[in-house]
């Protein structure tokens, strides 16, 4: 089972933020943070990481509780190209012992971005 | 640098017979993944391979099988299909095992009539 809860569904309006709120209550101290996502019929595609630092890049951006129990995934800019369902998913990465690269994909949150 | 490919993109087979899909990673990618995406199940991961062992299994039945090429290309077979394996069967590709980032392929959707 997916070790993250996130809302079903979002929207946003265009060239606002998206703020996409993530709980992992049960987060390990080697387990990172990931953000995928995943536009109608395409393969999912990797957003960003975190282990317990905020983290950015040119798509988005990751924020991370102190106590590492939640995160929200931030699109500064949503266009209509953003809508689709985002998964927030928690794994053992690097050169972690156990890391793998399996991902436990849960539900997600269906973004729409509305014009 | 060309993507993940997967071959085929589309396929129809019938009850009981078997498929063959192809995945060929990122170049210089090592670490193969397999996951099967259905309306009711979402994404499910299938298998890992790496170094041409798989290192991961999902919770499939041994229906479900795949191996890995010394060039690090992987296929994936399902024998016996029935209809509950029409799905959208996605690879992904890594560096390595433990790798922060995975791409994904576009995918083959399979029809089993």
């Known amino acids: 089972d997916a070790k993250t809860t996130q809302p079903p569904s979002m929207d946003c309006a265009e060239g606002r933020a998206a703020n996409l709120p993530c709980n992992h209550s049960t987060i390990s101290g080697n387990e990172y943070v990931y953000w995928y996502r995943q536009i109608h019929s395409q393969g999912p595609q990797y957003i960003i990481h975190g282990l317990k630092n905020n983290e950015t890049n040119e798509m988005a951006s990751l924020i991370i509780t102190e106590d590492r129990k939640s995160s929200t995934l931030i699109l500064p800019h949503a266009t209509l190209r953003d809508t689709a369902v985002y998964y927030c998913i928690v794994r053992v990465a690097g050169n972690s012992g156990g890391a793998t690269n399996k991902l436990i994909f849960g539900t997600g949150t269906l973004l729409a971005v509305q014009p | 640098k060309a993507g993940v490919t997967q071959t085929p993109r589309y396929l129809i087979k019938t009850r009981g017979q078997q498929v063959t899909l192809s995945c060929s990673p990122i170049?210089?990618?090592?670490?193969v993944s397999w996951y099967q995406q259905t309306p009711g199940q979402g994404l499910q991961f299938l298998f890992e391979?790496?170094?041409?062992?798989?290192?991961n299994k999902g919770n499939f039945p041994g229906r479900f099988s795949g191996r890995q090429f010394s060039n690090s290309r992987s296929e994936m077979n399902v024998s016996t299909l029935e209809l509950g394996d029409s799905a959208l069967y996605l690879c992904?590709?890594?560096f390595g095992q433990g790798a922060f980032e995975q791409y994904f392929g576009p995918g083959t959707r399979l029809t089993v009539t």
């Open positions: 992904a590709s890594s």
């Open positions: 391979y790496f170094s041409e062992t798989q290192r």
């Open positions: 170049s210089g990618h090592r670490s």
